[in-house]
């Protein structure tokens, strides 16, 4: 006797999954691959993906987290998430083929923290303290001319020199909701401060949460395909929990899956952070249709066309 499977609708979030930086930093490895053979090195995971840094270094890439770690006759590619100033310089004191897969949003915000700085400007960073990204932020300045804020308490507590010639930037992946609370404690406490005359969170990031809001409140559960350590992928979490979804959390991959968590649920939303590729977000709803009678309903709240260039190096 066949069993009837419980009905369960996936709601799909869309835009979900790879942004256009991710897109273009793992080209910039696949082509690095191409052109000078293997292996490439890679210095930090390229993106915050395990599936994706496995592809790679199934097709010839290694991946190491400092620059000693590269054997002089290597060509190294820096990974989305930007780097330090010292570490390019070290790169070119060694004569190393080095190639920047730095997503350009995060090298707009390098260029607006330097250019704060050249006018005699105290730059605050709104970030996580140890992400990839904030260290590289921090490091294309001198140490201590960047103050990094996490948070509003740390905002209404910041001590700077001159409260008149102040100006912030944010990390990319930020939660678009508590970056405004942030911002706004700093233009109370400091009227003067200048600002970005975009926010600085990318995108892709903005794109996904919102997308994330628009399903949060018909879903009983919601899923988000990405890995702990990439930031975009754990605010969507969390965003979703402020937007009135009942319980959310994140997976890596269909393996990973507690189905017992789902045992009350007939509505899933499912998303995928910008590191996650949506091999990832198909394996999961193969291994829903193997439990449920699935229902998809793909809700798109906005059609991206953003497309970076890769490198000139990497062209032709
Ligand atoms: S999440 Fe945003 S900043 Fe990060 S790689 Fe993608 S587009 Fe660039």
Redesign the pocket.
């Given at each position: 006797m066949t069993q009837t499977k419980r009905p369960l609708t996936v709601l799909l979030a869309s835009p979900r999954g790879f942004?256009?930086?991710?897109e273009r930093?793992i080209q910039i490895v696949e082509r690095a691959i191409e052109r000078y053979g293997r292996p490439v090195y890679v210095r930090h995971e390229i993106?915050h993906n395990r599936f994706v840094v496995e592809d790679l270094e199934a097709k010839g890439a290694i991946f190491v987290e400092e620059l000693d770690e590269v054997p002089d006759d290597r060509p190294v590619v820096f990974s989305?998430h930007g780097v330090a100033k010292a570490v390019p310089a070290e790169a070119e004191r060694r004569h190393l083929v080095h190639i920047d897969a730095t997503?350009?949003?995060?090298s707009k915000v390098h260029r607006e923290a330097e250019r704060h700085f050249e006018c005699g400007r105290t730059v605050v960073l709104i970030g996580h303290a140890g992400h990839p990204e904030v260290v590289g932020t921090l490091g294309q300045l001198p140490a201590g001319a960047v103050l990094l804020v996490e948070d509003v308490a740390q905002a209404e507590a910041l001590c700077v020199p001159d409260g008149s010639n102040l100006a912030y930037a944010t990390q990319?992946?930020l939660s678009v909701d508590d970056t405004v609370e942030i911002v706004a404690a700093l233009r109370r406490r400091f009227p003067a401060i200048h600002g970005p005359k975009m926010e600085d969170i990318?995108?892709?990031?903005t794109n996904r949460q919102a997308a994330v809001k628009a399903i949060a409140e018909r879903c009983d559960a919601l899923v988000v395909i990405g890995a702990p350590n990439s930031s975009?992928s754990m605010r969507l979490v969390e965003v979703a929990a402020g937007a009135g979804c009942r319980k959310s959390r994140l997976v890596q991959r269909a393996a990973d899956m507690d189905w017992g968590w789902l045992a009350d649920s007939r509505k899933l939303g499912v998303t995928a952070g910008?590191s996650a590729p949506e091999t990832l977000v198909d394996e999961l709803i193969a291994a829903c249709r193997e439990r449920y009678e699935v229902a998809i309903e793909e809700i798109r709240t906005t059609e991206e066309k953003?497309v970076f260039k890769l490198p000139r190096a990497l062209v032709a």
């Open positions: 942004c256009a930086g991710v930093a993106v989305a997503c350009p949003l995060v990319t992946t990318c995108y892709a990031t975009n910008a953003v």
